[in-house]
Every structure is written in structure tokens, then in C-alpha cells.
């Protein structure tokens, strides 16, 4: 019983699972994803009420056709894949049920952020479990994975006001301050996970998701990107926005800065206010460039500065 936090999996496949985590600490995967890996590989175990040996690949493409969106089912898809891999190589399995379930494609488009109007509606929610939750999300821009363990030991005081410690991917850390608001909610909190388990522990980053969309009928994530974007255009800088959303890359965090048409307008008249007080000339591609803005309206914004200059 590797992570008693969590719903466990049918007996017959705790052998397999215990195994399984140790080749991956012996292989360094960070604890985090481990556990996330383990969480996935068990809800499997548990929905398709089949043993390791028995499941086929169209059992997983049933279960990845739960209703989650296409993000979701790369990342388990990416943990079916180690654990089936690992079964091979091991000698417990001599075929991959992996081997028959079609790729997914990442989701490129631009995601939209949540509205303010879910936010509102948050606010008039009777349960206030899902209150907290959108919350810590849109204010501190929280992964449902965060949320699902943040503890009130990771609760600190500051020289303002209250932080949280957020145990993000790869082990790493970070500290995140909170309103005052917030910081007297968490505060309030009785002693241990800001959302437990019906049972023990805490709840799985599943329920976090049902809680939100139930809530409010959007998921999670638009709540991060919403408070991504939100710091962009209060700060208007893309640093601060990747260390509060714990990236590693820039360009991720690009992803998450969702630029409206009246973002862009504005871009174009701080472009003509500077052209128009310094002889340099500036390529406006270039501003547009940097606001993440599609070939296709980079294209017809160009021809309407044309039109009028």
C-alpha cells in the first residue's frame, strides 16, 4: 500500500504496483510523479474491474473515453504506457495492451480563461468546499494536483500578511502569497488537508475537477489560465507569471496568457504613439509577434494599420 492517501486498487494489483514504484524511485521519476503515475494506473485497476493480466487495450480506450479532456488522456496514457512497458520487460505480461490504443494529440488551441461571471457564481455556491477551491485556483493559480494535497502545515506567515508552500511537479517548490481574504480562510482551516478523503488522506485531483466544473461548468484549468492572465495584465510581466504558475519554461507560460482583441488594439496604438515620437521605425509584427497573436489575425491587423497610415 504504497500512498494510503488515496483510494486503493483491487488486491491483485498491489504486487504489481509496489514493483512498479520501485523501479521508478530506482530510476529517479520525482515522488510526484510517481504518485500521480500510481493514482492513474489504480483508477484503471478500479473502473475496468480487471486483473494487470487480463486487461485489453480496448479496456483502457473505454476508460480514457471517461470524459476528461485530451490533455488529461495524454498524461494517462503516458502512465499506462510505463506501466504496461515495465510489465513487458519484466516478464509479467508477453503482450502491451498499449500497443492497440491510437495515439492522442495535444490540444493546441489557445485555451480560453474563465470568465469573471464563474468566479461570481462561485461565490453563491452553498458548498463551500468548492468556494475554497476556486478560489486558491483563480487567485493563486493552483494545479488540481496542488490543491488536491495542499495541508495546512503549508500554510506560513510572511512579513504581510499569509503564504502557501505549493508542492508543484518535479519536487519543486514554491511559495505563493495570499489575499487577506484567503489567508484568514486557510487560517480557519482545522488541522490537516485543506480537502480530505472521505475515508483518509486527502481527495484525488479527479474530485477536484468535479467540484470545479460542477460548481461553475468550467474546468479547472481555465481558472489557472485565468489567473495567469490576470497577473500578465496587472503586472504585465511574463516572469512573475511563470514563477507563480511554477513553469519551467517561458513559453509555457505564454500558453497560459490568453490576449484579447482589445489586448491587441492596445498594442497597436502604444505601437503608433511610439512611431509617432521617435523616427526609429518599428515593425509591428513583431509586437504582435510577442503577444502570441495567429498568423491569420497578425495578417489582417497589419492591413487595417496599413489602411489607416
Request: aromatic share 8%.
Amino acid at each position: 500500500m504504497e500512498f494510503s492517501d488515496h483510494r486503493q486498487p483491487p488486491r491483485e494489483w498491489t504486487p504489481w504496483l509496489d514493483e512498479w514504484v520501485g523501479a521508478m524511485r530506482a530510476q529517479g521519476n520525482s515522488p510526484r510523479t510517481i504518485e500521480n503515475w500510481w493514482y492513474v494506473v489504480g483508477h484503471l485497476a478500479l473502473k475496468t474491474r480487471k486483473s494487470p493480466e487480463d486487461i485489453t487495450g480496448k479496456d483502457i480506450i473505454d476508460w480514457l473515453n471517461r470524459g476528461v479532456g485530451a490533455n488529461s488522456k495524454r498524461s494517462d496514457v503516458n502512465a499506462c504506457t510505463a506501466f504496461f512497458g515495465w510489465a513487458c520487460r519484466t516478464g509479467r505480461r508477453k503482450d502491451n495492451p498499449m500497443d492497440l490504443v491510437p495515439t492522442v494529440h495535444r490540444d493546441r488551441r489557445k485555451q480560453i480563461p474563465a470568465p469573471v461571471e464563474a468566479v461570481e457564481k462561485a461565490k453563491h455556491c452553498a458548498d463551500k468546499r468548492a468556494l475554497l477551491t476556486i478560489m486558491l485556483m483563480d487567485e493563486a493559480g493552483l494545479r488540481r494536483s496542488e490543491l488536491a494535497t495542499m495541508h495546512t502545515r503549508d500554510v506560513i506567515d510572511d512579513l504581510t500578511g499569509k503564504s502557501i508552500i505549493v508542492h508543484g511537479k518535479g519536487g519543486k517548490d514554491r511559495i505563493i502569497p495570499l489575499s487577506d481574504q484567503l489567508g484568514r480562510i486557510v487560517s480557519s482551516l482545522p488541522e490537516g488537508y485543506f480537502f480530505p478523503g472521505e475515508h483518509d488522506g486527502h481527495v484525488c485531483h479527479d474530485t477536484i475537477y468535479r467540484i470545479v466544473k460542477n460548481a461553475t461548468g468550467w474546468p479547472p484549468h481555465a481558472f489557472r489560465r485565468k489567473s495567469a492572465t490576470d497577473l500578465w495584465r496587472a503586472a504585465g510581466d511574463a516572469m512573475k507569471v511563470k514563477e507563480m504558475l511554477g513553469h519551467e519554461s517561458l513559453q509555457t507560460t505564454q500558453n497560459y496568457i490568453y490576449a484579447t482583441l482589445d489586448d491587441l488594439r492596445d498594442a497597436v496604438d502604444e505601437l503608433r504613439a511610439y512611431r509617432g515620437t521617435d523616427a526609429r521605425e518599428i515593425r509591428p509584427e513583431k509586437i504582435l509577434e510577442a503577444y502570441d497573436v495567429p498568423p491569420a489575425i497578425t495578417r489582417l491587423l497589419l492591413d487595417s494599420i496599413r489602411n489607416q497610415e
